[in-house]
């Protein structure tokens, strides 16, 4: 356990932490629930089913290029680079500046094979996601940036057949999420289907196959018929 108070599954072997019965097992669990989630330490603005989700989504599928939208603290970014590695697809990933990325994971971020670009997606870098999407081969671009629905809309016209979008802070219904937000793992709403579907019908997307997974890591899934 560090000093915030954050601890995982190793400080409970190292007998840090521990468990005095089943009732302990179960609040431990939820503990780690709450906290901030990491991978291999690094702190990550995502839930674990989140990560979960992905993992499974790039074993299941093959892809040419991921566009993320959104580096924020970076943590998502050094495992998709993994999975650029290991999968051997392209990664690119935009932010309006680098504040967030502490030194450490930006250092990491230089070893992994990672195109980062800095500038307003929405403004003077517009066209250079538009050409990203269009390569050849399928695309992934994730909303994860300031503006998920409008990202979400924006880029969604320029899927190709086959291509799959995500985005950030989903939620279905809005209705559901303010009635139940005290009892969510993930209580942040940016996107819900009310703000996407009239683009949902128009571009003929669908949900994809980990639908419910990525739903459940708070996650909008869908592809490009």
């Not at 943590?75 to 999975?83: D, F, S, V």
């Not at 629905?149 to 057949?161: A, G, P, T």
Request: proline share 4%; with cysteine.
């Amino acid at each position: 356990m560090n000093n915030d108070g954050i601890f995982s599954l190793q400080d409970v072997a190292q007998g840090k932490i521990v468990i005095a019965s089943d009732r302990g097992v179960i609040d431990l669990f939820d503990k780690l629930m709450l906290q901030p989630q990491n991978f291999f330490g690094l702190l990550m603005q995502q839930s674990p089913q989140a990560l979960i989700a992905f993992s499974t989504f790039f074993i299941q599928n093959k892809v040419s290029q991921v566009i993320e939208l959104g580096t924020g603290m970076g943590g998502l970014t050094i495992l998709l680079g993994i999975c650029a590695q290991l999968k051997h697809f392209t990664l690119h990933t935009f932010d309006n500046n680098l504040n967030s990325v502490s030194p450490p994971i930006a250092k990491i971020l230089e070893s992994l094979p990672i195109d980062r670009q800095i500038g307003d997606v929405h403004i003077e870098l517009t066209d250079t996601v538009q050409d990203l999407i269009k390569l050849p081969g399928p695309s992934v671009l994730l909303c994860d940036n300031g503006d998920k629905v409008r990202e979400f809309n924006m880029f969604s016209v320029y899927l190709k057949s086959g291509d799959w979008i995500f985005a950030h802070d989903f939620h279905e219904s809005r209705t559901i999420f303010t009635a139940n937000e005290q009892n969510l793992f993930w209580p942040n709403l940016e996107i819900s289907l009310e703000n996407i579907q009239k683009i949902i019908d128009s571009q003929h997307l669908k949900k994809g196959l980990l639908y419910d997974s990525f739903l459940l890591g708070n996650w909008a899934c869908f592809q490009k018929e």
